[in-house]
């Protein structure tokens, strides 16, 4: 049973337009959602969080928006480059539980 | 600085034989966790443990075994290789709830079973 589910399975956006990331959920109980992304040939590396209490949380040209109520969730990247094409990853859990429960990540190729 | 080291980064191995994916932490992270990773499928979690001598199935674990000697090494153990477990394989660590710590994952090893 997928409990987090990504959409666009792939996208491509021109440099400097904005890149918009969908995710959705199934299990109201979970309370934390972390992004990771991944460059080819490397592991994910954490790029931002939320927690469930917040509806917004900004880090530099990376946004991500929370929508309880939904249960979705979403990351903005605005001024897009180059070299933010890379593999997403939405990601949740629950603070009290040992298991993260990704996503099946959305490929971003941003063209210069 | 603290880190996740995997080895081997590449590996060959014969269908039938026993092949073993090896994780190295000094994040002093109680947790760890074994992926394998296929397009199309995302992260699939295949073992984790909460601690040395600990180990936990995950989502997907038929055909593969862990062992945590200790904190700091966690290992992935394929006792009888089969083609369809090539794929990449990826070690990560977390902190223990309910911080918010998150993964910290290693670059990878990239499995071909042959």
């Known amino acids: 049973q997928q409990q987090v589910r990504q959409s666009p399975q792939s996208l491509t956006v021109w440099e400097g337009g904005t890149t918009v990331l969908t995710c959705s959920y199934e299990d109201s109980t979970f309370n934390y959602f972390p992004w990771y992304q991944q460059f080819p040939g490397e592991g994910p590396a954490l790029l931002i969080s939320?927690?469930?209490?917040?509806d917004k949380k900004e880090d530099g040209r990376f946004t991500t928006f929370f929508n309880k109520r939904e249960k979705k969730l979403s990351l903005h990247i605005i001024d897009s480059q180059p070299g933010d094409s890379a593999t997403y990853f939405c990601a949740a859990r629950h603070t009290n539980a040992y298991k993260v429960i990704f996503g099946k990540g959305t490929h971003l190729h941003v063209l210069p | 600085e603290a880190a996740v080291t995997q080895s081997p980064r590449n590996k060959v191995a014969v269908t039938g034989g026993k092949v073993t994916l090896s994780c190295n932490q000094t994040?002093?992270?109680?947790?760890m966790y074994w992926y394998r990773q296929d397009t199309g499928h995302g992260l699939r979690l295949i073992h984790y443990?909460?601690?040395?001598?600990?180990?936990e199935k995950g989502d997907i674990p038929d055909g593969y075994k862990a062992s945590r000697p200790s904190q700091e090494n966690f290992s992935l153990i394929l006792e009888l290789a089969t083609p369809s477990q090539t794929s990449v394989y990826f070690c990560?660590?977390?902190?223990?709830?309910?911080?918010?710590?998150?993964?910290?994952f290693g670059s990878g090893t990239r499995l071909l079973v042959i």
């Open positions: 443990s909460y601690g040395a001598g600990s180990t």
């Open positions: 939320i927690l469930s209490v917040s």
């Open positions: 994040n002093n992270h109680n947790n």
């Open positions: 990560a660590s977390g902190g223990y709830p309910p911080s918010n710590s998150d993964y910290t």
